[in-house]
């Protein structure tokens, strides 16, 4: 591994007070904000939300830190990486000012009790699925964008309803910063980027190829000709089935503002698919139509 000096370091901020003062000073000499927030683990990913700051903002922050409000009691918490000297090291070679990586007593101090309620996109897929997951997203992003006041906050697509519901609670609550989307990442055979697939055996990760082939035949059954949803959603599950994959949470064709399911293609449409792999949940998506 390429050992980066610390000179080159980011500078790792630890505390809300730190944090708020250097967002104060970058902001005194007009300069515009850019937030990334991360739970860490860093692949090419979350460096691409960090290209995307730089290339708009004149300031950008990344934030670090594994939300265990948005984990549920059988998920995968005590298991989630934690890999902040790696971290470091990639952000290093993309110049972010500083790093915000807060411990958990930080951002939810003794008798913390106050959550925000999501918003009804939050309510299908994976909020059937997840529950309490959302109302943990949505605490935790608001407390970021408080602790980080950004001009512009960057998430991926591949979380496509985690995006929707960061921008609909920014909307709803009249929150004076820009959610910008960014394009998911996917390794050459199109397995989309996740901290996740570091579980992953051998044969389980082609397994997981199933996700993305999934959505690539949604999309070209769609490019000739097909409208019919329910077609569409019976050939998307025999390619899970043709690898293997039992455990599916959901397949969707839905409306890409509300998640609500579409009976037809007749405009762009957002396919959705989770499902677990051995032991590990993934999820994907794309836009067809």
């Given at each position: ?5 610390e ?5 790792l901020?630890t ?14 000499s007009?300069?515009t ?8 683990a860093?692949?090419d ?5 960090v290209?995307a700051?730089?290339?708009e903002c004149?300031?950008t922050v990344?934030?670090?830190f594994v ?7 059988d ?9 902040l ?40 897929l994976?909020g ?7 109302r943990?997203?949505c605490t935790?992003?608001l407390?970021l ?9 960057y998430?991926g697509?591949k ?5 929707l ?5 920014a ?5 004076p910063?820009e959610?910008?989307?960014c394009?998911?990442v ?10 996740r697939?570091?579980?992953?055996s051998?044969?389980?990760r082609?397994?997981?190829?199933a996700l993305s082939?999934?959505?690539?035949l949604a999309?070209d059954?769609v ?5 019919r949803s329910?077609?569409?959603?019976d ?5 899970f089935?043709k ?5 599916i ?7 890409p ?5 579409v009976?037809?293609?007749t405009?762009p449409?957002?396919a959705?698919?989770?499902a677990h792999?051995?032991n ?7 836009r067809?139509?």
């Amino acid at each position: 591994m390429l050992l980066v000096s610390e000179s080159l370091m980011p500078e790792l901020v630890t505390t809300a007070k730190e944090a708020m003062q250097r967002i104060t000073q970058a902001r005194s000499s007009g300069e515009t904000i850019g937030l990334i927030p991360t739970m860490g683990a860093l692949h090419d990913g979350h460096l691409s939300l960090v290209q995307a700051a730089k290339a708009e903002c004149l300031f950008t922050v990344a934030t670090i830190f594994v939300n265990p409000t948005q984990f549920g009691p059988d998920e995968d918490l005590d298991q989630y990486p934690r890999t902040l000297e790696q971290d470091m090291e990639a952000l290093a070679a993309h110049d972010v000012d500083f790093v915000f990586s807060p411990n958990a007593s930080e951002v939810y101090p003794s008798g913390f009790s106050t959550y925000v309620d999501p918003p009804d996109v939050a309510k299908p897929l994976e909020g059937e699925y997840r529950p309490g997951h959302f109302r943990g997203v949505c605490t935790v992003v608001l407390k970021l964008f408080n602790l980080v006041p950004a001009d512009i906050a960057y998430f991926g697509e591949k979380d496509y309803q985690q995006l929707l519901v960061i921008r609909h609670m920014a909307r709803d609550l009249n929150l004076p910063i820009e959610i910008r989307p960014c394009a998911t990442v996917r390794e050459p055979d199109g397995l989309a980027m996740s901290s996740r697939n570091a579980y992953l055996s051998d044969d389980e990760r082609r397994q997981a190829l199933a996700l993305s082939d999934s959505l690539a035949l949604a999309n070209d059954l769609v490019a000739n000709g097909e409208t019919r949803s329910a077609s569409i959603l019976d050939e998307m599950k025999r390619v899970f089935k043709k690898a293997g994959i039992e455990n599916i949470d959901y397949i969707a064709l839905a409306d890409p503002d509300t998640l609500q399911d579409v009976p037809a293609i007749t405009q762009p449409t957002q396919a959705l698919v989770a499902a677990h792999v051995g032991n590990t949940r993934l999820i994907d998506n794309r836009r067809i139509g």
